[in-house]
């Protein structure tokens, strides 16, 4: 940009999502287009659109903001490799290109990341240590084919392998939304053996915990929770008909979107040193929920609410530095916000 030395001009900012069909997506664009209303000195003009799950439909879309103008376009994205082209063109016409949560492979692209292999092995070491590293395990997967539901998938699978007595007897896709969860978890219920424990992606918990409820399910098996309020909910409620069950919850956080916003303001103001990130990659904490905090996040959510703590200027150049010093922050186990 024009400003000479690192100024800090507004910049005019897109938001592509593949994907908005889940409250996490939903409240993800919500975080987006909060943070930009609110710091008009920083963002001139926001937009968000989504292609409904169509790869080939957000390349088009990426191509359409690039002649529209916009400085910057973040990216959630439908497939690591199918954006690639588009997100290349976007960065020779001098836009910068920021991916996170779903990540894409375009070199040019820089990245805000969740550690989400570190997801599944802290879900699965969790159940391990619970169930005593045996029982029947379901695991309720994200969306097939992007990084998101991959990495969780690998890094829970990297600790089952210690564990033989630990057997996955099914496996459905719950595309990390409570409706769907819970319908492919009660379409497989009726062939699976009794089931102890149930490794889940996001959203998935609280619909896969439903299924087991409506089903009349006893003993209900450990379901691992997503941080939405209707998950935290339904964990609240079997916990006071079984002051032994034990279960946690973690997600990623809807509001990566700002720190993605905040990391494309940096990079075009010349801010923070961000253009000299290791691998263009800033991590975003994931947010982990254990009993002790389970009530008061219940308490804060609304039902179709994910936990997740706002993303300001100052924790994003703090998510930058930690990243420049080689050590990025990956979880914390936050109380709410308080109001």
Do not use: H
């Amino acid at each position: 940009g024009g400003d000479a030395g690192g100024g800090d001009k507004p910049i005019k900012i897109a938001l592509s999502n593949y994907f908005n069909g889940n409250i996490w997506r939903k409240q993800m664009e919500a975080s987006f287009e909060a943070t930009a209303k609110a710091n008009p000195d920083q963002v001139s003009e926001f937009k968000v659109v989504n292609s409904d799950g169509s790869a080939p439909q957000q390349a088009q879309q990426i191509q359409s903001l690039v002649l529209e103008g916009y400085d910057a376009i973040i990216i959630d994205a439908a497939s690591p490799t199918a954006l690639n082209g588009a997100i290349q063109e976007a960065c020779d016409a001098g836009v910068t290109v920021v991916v996170f949560d779903s990540l894409a492979t375009a070199e040019c692209a820089y990245k805000v990341a969740f550690d989400y292999e570190a997801y599944g092995r802290a879900e699965a070491q969790f159940m391990a240590d619970q169930l005593g590293g045996k029982g029947n395990i379901l695991f309720v997967r994200g969306i097939a084919g992007i990084t998101v539901d991959e990495d969780i998938y690998n890094g829970a699978m990297e600790v089952l392998k210690d564990y033989p007595d630990m057997k996955i007897v099914g496996e459905v896709y719950g595309e990390f939304t409570e409706s769907t969860a819970q319908q492919e978890v009660a379409k497989i219920l009726p062939s699976l053996p009794k089931i102890d424990g149930v490794l889940t992606q996001g959203n998935d918990g609280g619909g896969a915990l439903d299924a087991f409820l409506q089903a009349g399910t006893s003993p209900v098996p450990l379901v691992i929770q997503g941080n939405s309020g209707q998950g935290l909910e339904g964990w609240v409620k079997v916990a006071q008909e079984n002051p032994d069950y034990k279960t946690m919850s973690i997600s990623s956080q809807p509001s990566i979107s700002s720190t993605a916003l905040w990391l494309s303001w940096m990079l075009i103001n010349d801010q923070n040193d961000a253009t000299s990130l290791p691998d263009k990659t800033v991590f975003a904490p994931l947010l982990i929920i254990p009993e002790e905090n389970r009530d008061a996040w219940a308490d804060a959510l609304e039902y179709t609410e994910i936990a997740e703590n706002p993303t300001t200027l100052e924790q994003a150049q703090d998510y930058v530095k930690a990243a420049i010093d080689g050590d990025p922050v990956l979880q914390e186990e936050p109380l709410p916000p308080s109001e």
